[in-house]
């Protein structure tokens, strides 16, 4: 049955109903089928996306921007010295100029308050592009992925290796929800925030699933049916990249680590990938790999996202 999501923000995915999310991941596969075969699906002709950028990205812009167009519609990309946002004029009354302008607000920030505020106050639908605490579009893109490549996601075991950063969060709140099991190992000090671990336990115990926080990467990845990790040093955290990088040194995906996993495993990494850091090119680039399906999947999963709220 089809759930009415329009005028809905898309926060995290903790908001999100189970339902939601196969809903999105249906949309998902059909306009990936019809863009494959040059059907248009210019479901959105005449809207317009707004696209506030405090961080840079390659993926989130593009992806983005290059949906909207294809749905029928024009993306408009702003940079923080763009707006007035934060500056000369608060959250409220840009919510509410850009509300009569636009038809939907794609924000990537530092400030997860921010896109909260700016939700309260928009009266047209908010997407979360990233802030340093989730990343919801990336991680409905690794599920939408793995139900690609394993035809299923109830019962599949998620190691994350590494940082307990705004990618664990999103995929402890993304794997609960749909009934995965996820281990995340991360080194004392970098460990995931309690009160998102606490919601994806509650989501675990109604799914009949399972969440693990330890320091032991061997231990997480044994038996993992995916191997995920993200960089060890996120944007904003660059003057800490040679003291995590010591203290990250054993949390390494690497060939030795992933003899522990399945042997059908599939490794996945949101991009860009520190390349001989958090992970190695032999596990990069091998047959195991899925990034590039992985990162090609965000215009898709996220044209999803836009046809169903706006």
Not at 84 to 103: C, F, M, P, W
Not at 118 to 145: E, M, R, W
Not at 276 to 293: L, Q
Not at 294 to 300: C, G, K
Request: a negative charge; charged letters at 25%.
């Amino acid at each position: 049955m089809a759930i009415n999501m329009k005028g809905k923000d898309l926060i995290s995915i903790a908001d999100l109903s189970i339902e939601e999310v196969y809903q999105i991941f249906d949309v998902a596969k059909t306009l990936k089928e019809e863009n494959y075969t040059g059907k248009p699906h210019r479901v959105l002709e005449g809207k317009t996306l707004g696209m506030i950028f405090a961080k840079p990205s390659t993926r989130t812009r593009i992806s983005f921007e290059v949906g909207i167009y294809q749905l029928g519609g024009m993306g408009l990309y702003f940079n923080q010295n763009d707006l007035q946002i934060g500056k000369s004029e608060n959250i409220h009354d840009t919510a509410k100029v850009l509300s009569r302008y636009l038809s939907g607000i794609m924000i990537r920030t530092f400030s997860h308050q921010d896109v909260i505020d700016l939700a309260k106050y928009a009266s047209i639908p908010v997407i979360n592009g990233l802030t340093d605490l989730l990343h919801p579009c990336q991680v409905l893109t690794d599920l939408f992925t793995v139900l690609e490549k394993k035809r299923e996601l109830r019962g599949l075991k998620l190691a994350y290796i590494g940082d307990g950063n705004n990618m664990a969060h999103s995929l402890l709140n993304g794997c609960t929800k749909v009934g995965m099991n996820i281990s995340i190992a991360s080194p004392s000090g970098y460990k995931p925030q309690q009160d998102i671990v606490d919601g994806a336990l509650a989501n675990a115990k109604y799914m009949g699933s399972k969440v693990e926080i330890i320091d032991d990467p061997v231990a997480a990845v044994k038996d993992a049916d995916i191997v995920y990790t993200d960089v060890w040093a996120s944007m904003g955290q660059e003057k800490e990249a040679q003291d995590r990088k010591a203290k990250f040194a054993s949390y390494q995906v690497n060939p030795e680590l992933v003899k522990n996993a399945k042997e059908d495993y599939i490794f996945m990494h949101c991009l860009p990938a520190h390349r001989g850091d958090e992970v190695v090119d032999e596990v990069c680039d091998s047959a195991n790999s899925v990034i590039f399906d992985e990162a090609e999947n965000r215009m898709h999963v996220q044209k999803a996202v836009m046809a169903l709220v706006m």
